[in-house]
């Protein structure tokens, strides 16, 4: 049991797209505090007030001056590219055959999985992000490392195996029945287990036979509270290659809607070049499309149309999809996104921003009963930011004190550095300075 004790941030609803946010959608509380018991949320509130009802010796972590948000989260990233980030110069079908497939053979070794998962969570802690939705490979032995490395540090994590079954090289490929029942083995394994859930993750309509497609369908009807992820319409090779690989579909998203894929569970990443009609039946079917910005511009992929996909009444979520992102921070992510808005005339406030990363994608991802917020009985996944961790924040910082200034600057000039610390399950995961501590007294 602890108290951390600084100003809290968080939201309660959607804040929308104006400069104020939507009435009662923002938590601010600035002298607040958070009681941790259990690896939740006890009680939230002005410090003050709660002072008088905590235990005589309860420790006290004094982040005073630091903001205490909820944990972010990722909702489509890829562990396993981790080591490609920085490939210089290739769009997306060169990219995947020149750096990303190559990479990709090497977690066939459990070894090799193991390091680069640790490091993919050393580095993702390292930036407050909490919660992320996980490609590995197409080897299951991936899926095996990842989980149990999420595990050991009491993660809340998504993740599963990548089926493709064609159009990528043998060591990468599956097949249609070997793919699924590797897939119905990771998730009885992992499923549900502690705090862990199982996503169903074909790569994308390209290198996967109907057969496959189909039989992925089939999983998700008899288990829908499974998660699927997957990508669509990133790039313009890639959408002329559906078109070829499936003359009967009328688009890309009626490739995953014949076989059953699209739905409230489901994240698609990307979604650059959407029609109107893409975007209002992905929206009917309660689906996600992840933002991915840094890596939409790193690979030339477009400029995604939030507003259209608003308009459409369409769930957006944001994520790195690193290793085409060059960002695991969520700073780096809404930077990009901030950049990209700007570029299409619809700019995104920090309210907006923060809110993405925290309750927006947990609601994107139906994980908001667990995670999002600073609620009473919710996980305590925290991230703590400090707005003058850096000379330039600190000068930034020196001229305004309105919390969505502190945060935009923090979007546009933060980095791992501006992360004093993150907790997850109730525990420090992750700090960079010596903190002080006290015990309460009355
Ligand atoms: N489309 C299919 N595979 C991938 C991938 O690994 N990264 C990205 N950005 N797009 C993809
Ligand atoms: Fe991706």
């Not at 050991?152 to 994590?157: I, N, P, T, Y």
Request: charged share 25%.
């Amino acid at each position: 049991s602890r108290l951390l004790r600084g100003t809290l941030v968080g939201f309660l609803n959607d804040p929308g797209e104006g400069d104020t946010p939507e009435p009662g959608s923002v938590l601010h509380i600035e002298d607040g505090a958070l009681w941790l018991v259990d690896g939740r949320i006890h009680a939230v509130g002005e410090y003050t007030t709660l002072a008088p009802h905590l235990p005589a010796g309860l420790e006290m972590v004094d982040y005073r001056g630091k903001l205490i948000l909820p944990g972010f989260i990722d909702t489509h990233v890829h562990y396993v590219q981790l080591d490609i980030m920085a490939s210089y110069g290739r769009q997306l079908l060169d990219w995947l055959n020149e750096y990303t497939f190559p990479e990709e053979c090497r977690f066939a070794e459990r070894a090799h999985a193991e390091t680069v998962a640790e490091a993919f969570l050393d580095e993702t802690l390292r930036v407050g992000t909490t919660t992320a939705q996980v490609f590995c490979t197409s080897h299951p032995v991936s899926v095996d490392t990842f989980f149990t490395a999420a595990r050991k540090r009491g993660l809340r994590m998504l993740a599963g195996k990548v089926l493709m079954d064609r159009n990528a090289p043998e060591a990468l490929t599956d097949t249609a029945t070997g793919g699924i029942a590797d897939s119905e083995r990771l998730i009885a394994d992992w499923h549900g287990r502690d705090r862990l859930g199982y996503t169903l993750t074909p790569r994308f309509a390209p290198t996967s036979s109907r057969e496959q497609l189909d039989a992925v369908g089939g999983v998700l009807r008899n288990a829908p509270d499974l998660h699927l992820q997957s990508h669509l319409s990133e790039n313009r090779g890639e959408i002329d290659w559906v078109a070829e690989l499936f003359p009967e579909a009328r688009d890309y998203l009626a490739v995953y809607e014949r076989y059953g894929l699209v739905g409230p569970r489901s994240t698609f990443a990307h979604g650059i070049h959407l029609s109107d009609g893409e975007r209002k039946r992905l929206a009917q079917a309660g689906a996600n499309i992840a933002f991915c910005p840094t890596s939409n511009l790193y690979l030339g992929s477009g400029l995604f149309d939030r507003r259209a996909c608003r308009e459409a009444g369409l769930n957006i979520s944001l994520a790195s999809d690193v290793g085409g992102g060059t960002d695991l921070s969520g700073f780096g992510t809404l930077k990009a996104a901030y950049q990209v808005g700007q570029l299409l005339g619809q700019p995104l406030t920090a309210w907006q921003g923060f809110y993405r990363l925290t309750l927006g994608n947990a609601r994107a991802l139906h994980l908001d009963a667990h995670i999002g917020s600073l609620r009473e009985g919710g996980e305590a996944d925290l991230v703590v930011l400090d707005p003058r961790a850096t000379p330039l924040l600190a000068r930034r910082a020196a001229r305004t004190r309105r919390l969505d200034e502190l945060l935009f600057a923090l979007m546009i000039l933060g980095d791992d550095r501006a992360v004093q610390a993150t907790w997850a399950n109730g525990r420090c995961v992750h700090q960079r300075d010596a903190v002080p501590t006290h015990r309460v007294s009355h």
